[in-house]
């Protein structure tokens, strides 16, 4: 079952989700979500190094396609910022030819990776890893938009971080202003947009009020046909990139690997943040399979390695798509623009662009996590550390072998601290009655206890959110924490997606029987604080028990 595709199931069990209203609410949705995915496909295809239409093929095969046979209901697939610093650096080295049979390589690993039941296995990768490695992205990407911004007109720019700031530092007198003026006119456009109207993406009236701009005021601003020429919106047909053999499969396998990871943990990301947003469950492996497929399929038309999209699939769901029939139709709507629009399209400025860019790399980069780890133990701090500087200066294979690398040493230290620990006396708690059940009858209606065993760290957390996932006419949700000896980053992040999920349904929060050093990181996160303060941390289950059906009590009555 769990490598049938969600559309599938669907179809077969609840038809009911397929009534004229409900496809009439899921193709509005992708009518939205093409209209926000034109710009950035095209955007993010010309930072990659190649044309626009690129990035559209890629949003229009690999979409459908994610859409059709994944296992989540309304994931949106296409390309993604997190590609563009992998995809420029494979080109550079490689050509287009290379960068197209890495993608075909990468889908071929995801489908090994789905069938193979790999899905779980990438959950487990430390949380301070995938944040450093995200906002050092976001960090390269922005360096990357510079040039067009300021309308620089630099050729050959070099690929390292600081040699491309030294050489935009050399040619701070060359800035167009008028070209600087039309970017900032995208941004606030796109910025205060939506707090006005909400029917039409930002980024999208943004795009069309600037080029109009710039074509009757007659600018000299750079536009996506005077950089690139009169650029094609038809669809070739499928072929091979080159000649596969040996030597090329080894030359590339290592880019294919960057890919299949990366898109992976992405699309599975965003499947997770989508199962919060809508309250279902996807089907980890199945996606994996999807999204490699839809790799294979978008290398043989000429597109770009995809993946899931977290911001397109949060617009699908804002805006009431909830089965794959939305992301079917965002793809569809894409062709249509991309066949009918593009003579129009090649009169987008750059700078245009550029700035949409500059906001995905402001929401890629999630400064707010970034800082919040600062609070996270010295150990959670090096890997995120560790990640971001080698993701900026070196590469992502690099910064992600060295961020798993430190985070297993890193591991193994802990646990031995961890022994150390528990072969002392903790006397901040009284002794308490050792029992090793529960007895449901002492337990409140509408009371759920769950305990943790062991340390709570990487490997544990996603077993976590997975055990808790079944918590139904719960309005106290007790934690039983004795044998929890420490916990790390990934965790707490852990910790705190359970506390955004019962917040959401009403669920309170109560801890039982917390150590010492377990209680100190979740008070410098200020996750006490949160749950309601110290009055929901009890000494042992007894008082927690307590505490819950009087929590209950109080909202009865």
Not at 468 to 497: F, Q, W
Request: with cysteine; aromatic share 8%.
């Amino acid at each position: 079952m769990s490598l049938k595709p969600k559309l599938f199931t669907l179809l077969q069990n609840r038809p009911e989700e397929f009534s004229p209203r409900r496809l009439l609410k899921d193709i509005t949705s992708g009518l939205v979500v093409a209209c926000i995915a034109l710009p950035l496909s095209i955007a993010l295809a010309i930072a990659s190094g190649v044309t626009p239409e690129k990035g559209l093929v890629t949003a229009v095969i690999a979409g459908f396609l994610i859409s059709l046979l994944g296992g989540s209901r309304v994931q949106i697939g296409g390309p993604t910022g997190a590609f563009v610093v992998i995809v420029y650096g494979i080109i550079e080295k490689f050509g287009l030819a290379g960068l197209l049979t890495a993608t075909l390589m990468a889908g071929v690993i995801l489908m090994l990776m789905g069938l193979l039941k790999f899905g779980a296995f990438i959950k487990f990768i430390p949380y301070p890893v995938t944040t450093g490695f995200t906002s050092g992205i976001a960090l390269v990407l922005f360096s990357t938009q510079i040039n067009d911004f300021f309308g620089l007109g630099l050729t050959n720019i070099p690929g390292d971080f600081f040699s491309k700031w030294q050489l935009y530092a050399h040619h701070i007198s060359a800035i167009q202003w008028p070209t600087v003026g039309i970017g900032l006119l995208t941004l606030g456009i796109i910025l205060v947009w939506p707090k006005k109207w909400k029917a039409l993406p930002g980024s999208l009236v943004a795009l069309v009020i600037t080029t109009l701009i710039v074509k009757f005021a007659h600018l000299n601003v750079a536009t996506i046909t005077s950089t690139f020429g009169q650029v094609d919106g038809s669809l070739s047909m499928p072929h091979m990139p080159g000649v596969i053999n040996l030597t090329v499969i080894r030359n590339l396998l290592p880019a294919a690997f960057t890919i299949a990871f990366l898109s992976g943990i992405e699309s599975l990301l965003s499947a997770v943040v989508a199962d919060g947003m809508i309250g279902k469950r996807h089907r980890s492996n199945m996606e994996l399979v999807a999204t490699g497929i839809a790799n294979v399929a978008s290398g043989l038309f000429g597109g770009l390695p995809a993946t899931g999209a977290i911001a397109r699939t949060a617009a699908n769901i804002e805006n009431g798509g909830r089965t794959p029939v939305a992301g079917m139709a965002h793809a569809l709507f894409l062709l249509i623009m991309m066949l009918c629009l593009m003579k129009y399209i090649g009169l987008i400025p750059m700078t245009s662009l550029a700035a949409l860019l500059f906001l995905v790399a402001y929401r890629m980069s999630d400064w707010r996590s970034f800082t919040a780890l600062f609070k996270a133990p010295a150990s959670d701090i090096a890997i995120l550390l560790t990640t971001f500087t080698l993701t900026v200066v070196e590469d992502l294979v690099v910064a992600i072998e060295f961020g798993l690398v430190l985070a297993a040493v890193l591991f193994m230290k802990r646990m031995s601290d961890v022994y150390q620990i528990t072969n002392e006396d903790d006397d901040i708690f009284d002794e308490v009655r050792r029992r090793d059940d529960i007895d449901t009858k002492i337990i409140a209606e509408h009371v759920t206890v769950y305990e943790i065993n062991g340390p709570f760290f990487f490997g544990a957390a996603a077993k976590f959110l997975d055990t808790l996932e079944n918590h139904k006419e719960c309005k106290v949700l007790v934690l039983r924490m004795r044998s929890v000896p420490a916990i790390d980053a990934t965790g707490y992040h852990a910790l705190e997606r359970m506390y955004n999920r019962c917040q959401k349904e009403g669920v309170q929060i109560v801890l039982s029987h917390v150590q010492k050093h377990v209680l100190s990181t979740l008070n410098q996160y200020r996750f006490i604080q949160k749950i309601g303060g110290e009055s929901h941390v009890c000494k042992n289950i007894d008082a927690a028990l307590k505490k819950a059906e009087s929590l209950v009590n109080q909202q009865v009555h």
